[in-house]
C-alpha cells in the first residue's frame, strides 16, 4: 500500500515550457486535491476532484488545468509556466463518507521556473 | 500562536517540556478541525482531529483543545522530543454539504526541540 505518490520529485521549466505532474492514490479514494505551498505559508487549494471525470476550482486554479481520468489518477498541468508558479506543490486524496475528513498527503513535486 | 491567515510563529522548548501550539480560526460555521505535522522535506502527516460538538479529544502524546466560544484551537505534546521538531498545521473544514472535505489550512508554526 503505497498511499499518496507523486511524480517527479523535482522540476525546472523556463518560463513559457508546459509541465504535468501527476498523482496517484491506492486507497480507492473518492476526492483529489492539488495544493501549492509557498515559504512561509500554509497550503492553498488548486484544484479538487470529488470524482472520476470532474473537477472543480479551488482558491488559486488560475495558470492551472487538472483531469481526473481514472479513479486513482489526479494530474495537475502547467500549458505556460510562469516564475510566480515556483512552489512546491502537494496531491492529497480523502474518503467521501465516515467522521474523518483526514486527507493523506503525497511527498510532493519541487517546481522551479526561471 | 497560529490563525488561519497571518505569519509564521515559532516555538522553541526543551526535550522533555510539554509544547503548547495555538491557532485561531474564523470561519464559525467550521465544524471539523484538524493538526497535521510536516518534516522538512515531506507532505504533511496527520496527527489528530476533532469534531465541533467536542471541546478535547486525547491521542498518543496530543491533546487537543476546541473552544468555540473565541474560536481557538489548541494543539498539546507532552514530553516533547527532538524527533517532534517540525511545522505543525492546523486545518479547519466549512460546514456545509458541498465542502467536499475541503480543508483551509493555517500558515503553520515552526516548533524546534533542542536536546
Known amino acids: 500500500n503505497a498511499g499518496v505518490t507523486q511524480t517527479p520529485k523535482f522540476r525546472v521549466l523556463k518560463t513559457g515550457q508546459s509541465m504535468t505532474l501527476l498523482c496517484a492514490q491506492d486507497?480507492?479514494?473518492?476526492?483529489m486535491y492539488w495544493y501549492r505551498q509557498d515559504p512561509g505559508m500554509g497550503l492553498r487549494l488548486i484544484h479538487y476532484?470529488?470524482?472520476?471525470?470532474?473537477?472543480a476550482k479551488g482558491e488559486v486554479p488560475d495558470g492551472y488545468n487538472v483531469s481526473r481520468l481514472k479513479k486513482q489518477n489526479f494530474l495537475l498541468g502547467l500549458e505556460s509556466a510562469a516564475p510566480s508558479q515556483t512552489s512546491v506543490y502537494f496531491c492529497?486524496?480523502?474518503?467521501?463518507?465516515?467522521?474523518?475528513?483526514?486527507?493523506?498527503f503525497g511527498p510532493g513535486t519541487r517546481l522551479t521556473v526561471t | 500562536g497560529e490563525s488561519v491567515g497571518l505569519h509564521l510563529p515559532t516555538l522553541s522548548v526543551q526535550e522533555g517540556d510539554n509544547s503548547i501550539i495555538n491557532c485561531a480560526y474564523s470561519?464559525?460555521?467550521?465544524?471539523?478541525f484538524i493538526w497535521y505535522k510536516q518534516e522538512s522535506g515531506k507532505g504533511p502527516q496527520f496527527i489528530i482531529d476533532i469534531r465541533s460538538n467536542m471541546d478535547k479529544r486525547q491521542g498518543q502524546r496530543v491533546t487537543v483543545l476546541l473552544n468555540k466560544t473565541v474560536k481557538h484551537l489548541s494543539l498539546q505534546i507532552a514530553a516533547t522530543q527532538p524527533g517532534d521538531s517540525a511545522v505543525y498545521f492546523c486545518a479547519e473544514r466549512g460546514a456545509g454539504g458541498t465542502s467536499y472535505g475541503k480543508l483551509t489550512f493555517g500558515q503553520g508554526t515552526i516548533l524546534t526541540v533542542h536536546p
Open positions: 486507497m480507492n479514494h473518492e476526492y
Open positions: 476532484s470529488v470524482g472520476e471525470g470532474t473537477t
Open positions: 470561519n464559525s460555521a467550521s465544524d471539523y
Open positions: 492529497a486524496s480523502s474518503y467521501s463518507f465516515g467522521q474523518s475528513y483526514e486527507q493523506y
